[in-house]
């Protein structure tokens, strides 16, 4: 079904000159609408007694879309369309982050001290413990944002500068939730061994590296070998920033229908890098019954050629999505959409719970299974539920960097979850409020303290 809802991806000022005469502007306002789109702020920018000039601002549900409501205005007599402003591209020209010094250098003295000859003494204290690199350089809050490219969003292989504008967001939602300082690097290299070397060289920098939009199989091997061969914290967001913040809605969904965790029967369609992450953090928390399924169908032992990764979550019997939905407490989907059906959805267990993440658009609208539903969430922002990587890796990262570890642990990723869970009181739980919201303050500093806490209790806290 095609993505109908609005959204300030597709979002356009337009810079319309109008007579000066009562229903103008309302003859412009009804052919937006009429168009669907939904309009934003107006603003009046010049006014004679003639004419007026105003920005308005308007979201579309895709650039087609766009497009047209664009023409509708050009259609109406009188109107001229003096300019239009894609929102979305004027915010990243130019990039969207900058490095900023955090002393002031006014005198002779302050160069002497930030530079040479005062920072030669700095350099030979870490000389002679590398563990001081901590306490005076960038390193105590730096990340970097590691990608090649291969699995940007939805979007697939579209190669390293593509990349960019995501890994900046990433660097600026790091900076704004976490207080951390990152760094995106998009490398013009697909192959393993060249990444993990790369990383490896610039590791003296970073407190922790972030690998990022990197295609399956590939990124499971990546990041256990830099794991075993950095001293640093690495962590693939896609994974396991997914599995937390999913396995969070998961402990609250079942709070609402009051089903314990162990007792589900979850179906999973998606059987990628965050498919498995996902799946092995619920059975972590204690789901006991997980059925995997990919575009086969339900993934079993005897499927030929099955990576380690699918294996360990084959079943011993198949069949279609369809076919081993019918009776299930939950549905997780991490794949593409319209792969779920209402159909699916009315043959589950009673009180179905339905995550449905493939982005941009879901595996199903929620729409056409409201009333069939106990629980629905999706990737999405225009929807209730929104289950979204940012509630969980800055507040990781943040606890990662402070307590010094060298890993971060699957019981820490836990300890991140269920920390996320229990911010939403009972009071508030409800079939349409199991996640609290990205901008919640207190997300950040709860998921950090968890996983600092966690560091404790398994020896693996530095600092």
Do not use: W
Not at 238 to 244: E, F, L, S
Not at 270 to 298: F, H
Not at 435 to 440: A, C, E, H, L
């Amino acid at each position: 079904m095609q993505q109908l809802t609005p959204n300030p991806s597709f979002s356009l000022t337009m810079r319309v000159q109008l007579l000066n005469r009562a229903g103008m502007l309302s003859s412009v306002i009804s052919a937006l609408s009429e168009a669907g789109g939904n309009l934003g702020q107006i603003d009046l920018i010049q006014q004679t007694r003639k004419i007026s000039v105003r920005d308005i601002t308007v979201n579309a549900y895709s650039t087609e879309h766009m497009d047209q409501l664009i023409a509708v205005v050009n259609a109406i007599p009188e109107i001229r369309v003096l300019d239009i402003y894609d929102r979305t591209f004027q915010l990243h020209k130019g990039g969207k982050i900058v490095v900023n010094s955090k002393v002031a250098v006014k005198g002779q003295d302050d160069l002497a001290m930030v530079y040479t000859p005062g920072v030669g003494r700095v350099c030979m204290a870490i000389a002679e413990d590398k563990r001081k690199a901590y306490d005076y350089t960038i390193k105590c809050n730096t990340i970097a944002v590691v990608t090649d490219g291969t699995a940007v969003l939805g979007l697939g292989d579209i190669g390293p500068e593509a990349a960019m504008p995501v890994m900046e967001g990433k660097a600026m939602l790091f900076k704004q939730f976490a207080g951390l300082d990152a760094f995106p690097i998009c490398l013009n290299t697909k192959d393993v061994d060249e990444i993990v070397a790369t990383v490896k060289f610039l590791a003296p920098t970073f407190g922790g590296i972030n690998l990022e939009d990197i295609s399956a199989p590939r990124c499971f091997e990546i990041e256990k070998r830099l794991k075993e061969e950095l001293d640093i914290p690495v962590y693939h967001d896609d994974q396991h920033g997914t599995a937390v913040v999913v396995v969070a809605a998961t402990i609250n969904a079942l709070k609402v229908v009051g089903k314990p965790i162990d007792t589900v029967s979850i179906v999973m369609n998606g059987a990628g890098a965050s498919g498995i992450a996902v799946a092995r953090l619920l059975r972590e928390a204690g789901v006991k019954r997980i059925a995997m399924c990919d575009s086969q169908g339900c993934i079993t032992k005897d499927r030929p050629n099955l990576t380690p990764e699918k294996l360990e979550f084959a079943s011993e019997k198949g069949g279609s999505l369809a076919e081993v939905i019918k009776g299930a407490d939950m549905f997780v989907g991490l794949s593409v959409k319209g792969a779920l059906t209402p159909e699916m959805v009315r043959s589950m267990a009673p009180a179905p719970i339905v995550f449905a993440m493939a982005n941009p658009i879901p595996e199903i609208q929620p729409e056409l299974v409201e009333n069939d539903v106990a629980v629905i969430a999706t990737g999405r922002s225009d929807y209730a539920n929104q289950i979204n990587n940012v509630l969980a890796f800055p507040g990781i990262f943040r606890g990662a960097l402070d307590a010094r570890v060298t890993k971060i642990t699957m019981q820490m990723n836990l300890g991140a979850a269920q920390a996320i869970a229990s911010l939403v009181s009972s009071s508030d739980l409800a079939p349409d409020f199991i996640i609290p919201s990205v901008f919640d303050p207190r997300v950040s500093n709860a998921v950090a303290a968890a996983v600092h806490a966690v560091a404790r209790q398994q020896g693996l806290a530095n600092a």
